[in-house]
């Protein structure tokens, strides 16, 4: 069966320090890969996606970016995190447009 | 553009109340999948129904119930006999052919559900 593994849980940074989130999933392949984040008590908005190894689609210009340095490895970056970077954010997987898998999330907390 | 919208930001009922949760969304697609999610305090997000844009038959799941109108772009829930347990946030959601090849998922903003003991 698939599982999608995303660390850490929670984070607490401080601001201008650099952030790495990482996501893996296994038993799947060329899985479509998202990243999303979730503002306290909002909804949910798309930061990256992507189709393949070193695809990557950006849907909001900011102080992050992703990779995908093999095929189930999704990473979320920033090399100076900002207040506005706090949030809950969460990785999630999929193929052919159905329902996408979401990880447990990291709770970011940028102090 | 797509869009989903979940006018309803929160609901209260007292438990074994029904309770149904609207979703209308808008799209140019043809073809397209609508989605409902769960998201318990804990924070994932578990997915509930996925529902194909041909297929317009209701389904029931348990305590669960949906209805899926083209005619009204609308994709409601309906949770019959609700429990305490069912206190979580909803989320309704749309896929989206992006470019590449792939699709992406256009979220509404979410409905609050508070079932009160």
């Known amino acids: 069966s698939q599982t999608i593994h995303q660390w850490p849980a929670t984070l607490v940074q401080p601001v201008g320090s650099p952030l790495s989130l990482e996501c893996t999933v296994e038993?799947?392949?060329?899985?479509?890969l998202y990243w999303y984040r979730q503002a306290a008590g909002r909804g949910l908005q798309l930061l990256f996606y992507?189709?393949?190894?070193?695809?990557i689609s950006s849907e909001v210009p900011q102080n992050l970016s992703a990779s995908r340095p093999q095929d189930r490895q999704f990473i979320l970056s920033s090399k100076k995190l900002l207040l506005s970077d706090s949030g809950f954010y969460l990785c999630?997987?999929?193929?052919?447009?159905?329902?996408?898998?979401f990880g447990q999330g990291t709770r970011l907390t940028v102090v | 553009a797509q869009k989903v919208t979940q006018a309803q930001t929160e609901i209260s009922v007292v438990e074994k109340e029904d309770v149904t949760l609207d979703c209308v969304y808008e799209t140019r697609d043809t073809t397209y999948y609508l989605f409902w999610y769960k998201q318990p305090p804990s924070g994932e997000l578990v997915f509930l129904i996925r529902r194909n844009s041909f297929d317009e038959q209701n389904e029931i799941s348990g305590r669960y119930s949906w209805n899926f109108q083209k005619s009204t772009s609308s994709f409601n829930f309906t949770i019959t006999a609700s429990q305490v347990v069912d206190s979580a946030v909803y989320f309704c959601?749309?896929?989206?052919?992006?470019?590449?090849?792939?699709?992406?998922?256009?979220f509404g903003t979410g409905t609050r559900l508070k079932v009160l003991a």
């Open positions: 959601a749309l896929s989206e052919l992006a470019g590449s090849g792939t699709y992406k998922y256009i």
């Open positions: 992507s189709v393949g190894i070193g695809q």
């Open positions: 038993g799947t392949s060329n899985p479509n």
């Open positions: 999630a997987w999929s193929v052919w447009g159905l329902e996408a898998f």
